[in-house]
T-cell receptor
Framework: GAGVSQTPSNKVTEKGKYVELRCDPI?????LYWYRQSLGQGPEFLIY????????DSGLPNDRFFAVRPEGSVSTLKIQRTERGDSAVYLC?????????????FGPGTRLTVL | GENVEQHPSTLSVQEGDSAVIKCTYS??????FPWYKQELGKGPQLIID?????GEKKDQRIAVTLNKTAKHFSLHITETQPEDSAVYFC??????????????FGKGTMLLVSP
């Protein structure tokens, strides 16, 4: 079956611009996670959705970052007024959300470059 | 929150040798410890995980051991092959696993297996 997909695979933008990154989770997965991975580092948690609601957004670095999941499936990570420090690979993961079923399946990521 | 330390940062072995990667965690309430493998340009992929009610788990050439008293867990790869070359990440949940928890990742170990 299809895994987690993310679009675009690469995004180059200029400082100050607005970007949207999309994640399509595995069908039926109720939990969805966004992580950010800088070069040479492990993924860093940003936000987690259970269904349509953000259950934990404690990892969002500031109010320029926002994410939605209006129908409980596809999610969009939105970054306003991008800064060069936002350059990283943005990873999306999903899981079944069942008790004890914590395996998170990751997408290939979107590489964001802010010039 | 959870603090996960991973070492070594790089590990070079000859094909056929064993490789061991170690991680420590800070939250004694953590009860789920996955290991992910990340190849260049791809998202992390779960290779093995262990829950706190067992001390060891094996899957063919891969094994994970857990020492809850010392709060550390290790990944063991035997009979390494060139295709094992990748970056490996350990992780732990910031809160006792409920099936919905996020993950805190280590900084990764780059494993290089030479033919």
């Amino acid at each position: 079956g299809a895994g987690v997909s993310q679009t675009p695979s690469n995004k180059v933008t200029e400082k100050g611009k607005y970007v949207e990154l999309r994640c399509d989770p595995i069908s039926g997965h109720t939990a969805l996670y966004w992580y950010r991975q800088s070069l040479g580092q492990g993924p860093e948690f940003l936000i987690y959705f259970q269904g349509t609601g953000a259950a934990d957004d404690s990892g969002l670095p500031n109010d320029r970052f926002f994410a939605v999941r209006p129908e409980g499936s596809v999610s969009t990570l939105k970054i306003q007024r991008t800064e060069r420090g936002d350059s990283a690979v943005y990873l999306c993961a999903s899981s079944s959300g069942l008790a004890g079923g914590s395996e998170q399946f990751f997408g290939p990521g979107t590489r964001l470059t802010v010039l | 929150g959870e603090n996960v330390e991973q070492h070594p940062s790089t590990l070079s072995v000859q094909e056929g040798d064993s490789a061991v990667i170690k991680c420590t965690y800070s939250d004694s309430a953590s009860n789920y410890f996955p290991w992910y493998k990340q190849e260049l340009g791809k998202g992390p992929q779960l290779i093995i995980d262990i829950r706190s009610n067992v001390g060891e788990k094996k899957d063919q050439r891969i094994a994970v051991t857990l020492n809850k008293t010392a709060k550390h867990f290790s990944l063991h790869i035997t009979e390494t092959q060139p295709e094992d070359s990748a970056v490996y990440f350990c992780a732990a949940p910031p809160r006792p696993n409920s099936g919905y928890s996020t993950l805190t990742f280590g900084k990764g170990t780059m494993l290089l297996v030479s033919p």
